[in-house]
Every structure is written in structure tokens, then in C-alpha cells.
Nanobody, 120 residues
Framework: QVQLVESGGGLVQAGGSLRLSCAASGGTASYAMAWIRQAPGKERDFLAA????????YYADSVKGRFTISRDNAKATLHLQMNSLKPEDTAVYYC??????????????WGQGTQVTVSS
């Protein structure tokens, strides 16, 4: 059974940076992975995805150029480097296993999330 545990969230000032990590167990190396977020009272937002090999990435327009997704399959870890953070980036951030590449809102599993709060 796949388990995902996110970490690295916290409170940061606008313009600052955070690096989120997602530790995976149970066999995620063959999955394309994604980062998503959800703010209170809002719909879930897809942010970024990466193929199982790490050779291909895809970003939502809202984070393109600011966020970078990466993975280390040897360590079974997914990362999200977030720069130039804005108050509207405040949300709970989740890593997830994509059901298929291109289906950005379909996931086979996800973690418990980590809170990111950006102050103005």
C-alpha cells in the first residue's frame, strides 16, 4: 500500500521560499507524481506534475516560473521548490500519485498534506 508523507510547510513572508518534500513508501517509482493544494473554502488546485523518470514536467500557469517539481526515485522522495511566494499561495499542499499523465485531477493516492502560510 502506497503511503505519502509531506513535510516542509510553514509560515513565510511574501517573496520568500519554501521547499516541500514528500516521502513515499509502498512503490511509487513507476508513478507520475503531482503536487496539489487546497485553500479553505476553495476548490483543489493542481500545481505541477512529473513523470516517473523525472524527464518531463508540467506546471499550472499560476505557478509556472515560480515553482519547480523534482523527484529522487532512489530516495523515494518528491520535492516542490517554491519561490516568490504570494499570500494567495496559502493552502494545504499535498503530493499525489497521478492516475495517468495528462489527467491532472485524477489521483490514485495522496498524503495528509502540509500547511503553507504566506504573510503579506
Amino acid at each position: 500500500q502506497v503511503q505519502l508523507v509531506e513535510s516542509g510547510g510553514g509560515l513565510v513572508q511574501a517573496g520568500g521560499s519554501l521547499r516541500l518534500s514528500c516521502a513515499a513508501s509502498g512503490g511509487t517509482a513507476s508513478y507520475a507524481m503531482a503536487w496539489i493544494r487546497q485553500a479553505p473554502g476553495k476548490e483543489r488546485d493542481f500545481l505541477a506534475a512529473i513523470t516517473w523518470s523525472g524527464g518531463r514536467t508540467y506546471y499550472a500557469d499560476s505557478v509556472k516560473g515560480r515553482f519547480t517539481i523534482s523527484r529522487d526515485n532512489a530516495k523515494a522522495t518528491l520535492h516542490l521548490q517554491m519561490n516568490s511566494l504570494k499570500p494567495e499561495d496559502t493552502a494545504v499542499y499535498y503530493c499525489a500519485g497521478l492516475r495517468r499523465w495528462g489527467s491532472w485531477y485524477e489521483y490514485d493516492y495522496w498524503g495528509q498534506g502540509t500547511q503553507v502560510t504566506v504573510s503579506s
